[in-house]
């Protein structure tokens, strides 16, 4: 029985023209791109044979395979031309076949920041990265009223993510009735501090793992399908808080302070108090390394993927050092050293 490999090659063959294979034996290979942490599957494809059959493509090309049961390539399709319009770096579509969730797509390269960040490159690297981020948020905004909002039903669900995943799942831990209500109390507190921020375009994972390093419009973006309207801080504490790579507290709110006064130039936001920023981006960032120990315990436990533990300590290092500094999330706090112990 053939496997979507071989109806993805062969839809290759047919759109491509010329024979496709996993070894050498192909006019062109196709081989494993990245790993994802989503049912999505990607492979490049290289060869001879590429050349001149779409403009400005380069050498190889990039193929999506996402299953239409588990995953819907449209929203990819859409926001990818969202951001291209924009003039940001984007894979762009070639091709598509809606029916078996196929794509093809230019090709971004093989470096990403997460191996490319060091003392050396950081400041630079960041820096195109930011004006990216501004871009994003004064250009894609505005054209972005369609997509979904980052509601409190989907703040507090991601939350959940944490307690159902990581506490109970993956740690064993259940909580007391004052436990459940205290957690509950942190999240509701965390998602009203994200919906009192100003609403732009968020891409919702703008980290060192989907942020490729390209020889021109730095940086290449990727992962952007699961874009909303959401929280002005969510996609800067994405970058400088990442789950994959941890930097000074100093520096991290040097970099955030800046940008906030970027996007207050740019109109994105109106001037706020330093305080104010970096409590909205703080909270933001619990909330997301929150959503993202759940999510690395789902990882494990239902998909077999276990190497995102890996990154557990350094997520909820950062939970633990921002809850130490806010009163209100005390709560959490004093759960995460029951945890510890």
Not at 56 to 61: I, T, V
Not at 77 to 84: D, E, P, R
Not at 161 to 187: H, I, M, P, S
Request: net charge negative; hydrophobic share 45%; with cysteine.
């Amino acid at each position: 029985m053939p496997t979507r490999l071989d109806d993805l090659i062969q839809w290759l063959e047919t759109l491509l023209g010329a024979s496709v294979s996993n070894s050498a034996s192909g006019e062109l290979q196709i081989a494993p791109a990245s790993n994802d942490a989503s049912f999505r599957r990607y492979f490049r494809v290289t060869g001879e044979a590429l050349a001149g059959r779409f403009a400005d493509a380069g050498a190889s090309l990039i193929v999506m395979d996402a299953p239409p049961e588990k995953e819907d390539v449209q929203p990819f399709i859409a926001v990818s031309s969202l951001l291209s319009t924009a003039g940001l770096h984007v894979p762009r579509v070639l091709a598509q076949n809606l029916e078996r969730g196929f794509l093809l797509l230019t090709d971004l390269g093989c470096q990403s920041y997460l191996d490319a960040l060091n003392e050396q490159t950081v400041e630079g690297l960041y820096a195109d990265a930011l004006d990216a981020l501004l871009r994003m948020q004064r250009d894609v905004t505005p054209q972005a009223t369609n997509l979904p909002l980052y509601d409190d039903a989907l703040l507090l669900n991601e939350m959940g993510l944490f307690r159902d995943w990581y506490c109970r799942k993956y740690r064993g831990f259940n909580l007391d009735t004052t436990q459940e209500k205290a957690l509950a109390k942190v999240f509701a507190r965390l998602s009203a501090a994200a919906r009192a921020q100003p609403r732009v375009f968020v891409h919702r994972d703008y980290h060192s793992r989907n942020l490729m390093v390209t020889q021109r419009d730095n940086p290449g973006i990727l992962d952007f399908q699961d874009a909303l309207l959401g929280p002005v801080s969510y996609d800067l504490v994405s970058l400088l808080r990442d789950c994959y790579i941890a930097w000074p507290r100093a520096r991290v709110e040097q970099w955030a302070l800046g940008y906030l006064q970027r996007a207050a130039d740019a109109g994105i936001m109106d001037p706020e108090s330093n305080a104010t920023y970096l409590r909205w981006f703080d909270w933001m960032g619990v909330q997301r390394h929150l959503k993202a120990v759940g999510i690395f315990a789902r990882l494990h436990l239902r998909d077999d993927k276990p190497g995102y533990l890996n990154d557990i300590p350094r997520t909820l290092a950062y939970v633990r050092e921002v809850t130490g500094r806010y009163p209100e999330l005390k709560d959490l706090y004093h759960l995460l050293a029951d945890l510890a112990d």
